[in-house]
């Protein structure tokens, strides 16, 4: 099971971030990655990390801007959003994947998913 929580409403320039707690299993070596879909749209890879930490994708539209990371001790996956822009409002769901080789491209591979957290940013 995943669980994120941080998300909210932020000003443009604002920041958040997001946290993904797994819980039932350990995150090592598992692939993980961050989606979104806003209103109308199909659901983007954000930004995703390869089981062994040795690949790490961003969308063009978030690089420079967004982090993400793991803290294995902890079972957590983070995405720091920094300068957000309006465009960047979307259910943001967090993804886990036990082979350790699923993309951002392909979000089909990944076999477990979070609930979603709702993050807005509107002035």
Known sequence: ????SGGGLVQPGGSLRLSCVASGFTLPSYAVGWFR?????EREGVSCLSGSDSTTYYADSVKDRFTIS???????????????????TAVYYCATDHTGWATCSRPGEYDTWGQGTQVTVSS
């Open 70 to 88: 793991r803290d294995n001790a902890k079972s957590t996956v983070y995405l720091q959003m920094n300068s957000l822009k309006p465009e960047d």
């Open 1 to 4: 099971q995943l669980l994120e």
């Open 37 to 41: 879909q806003a209103p109308g749209k």
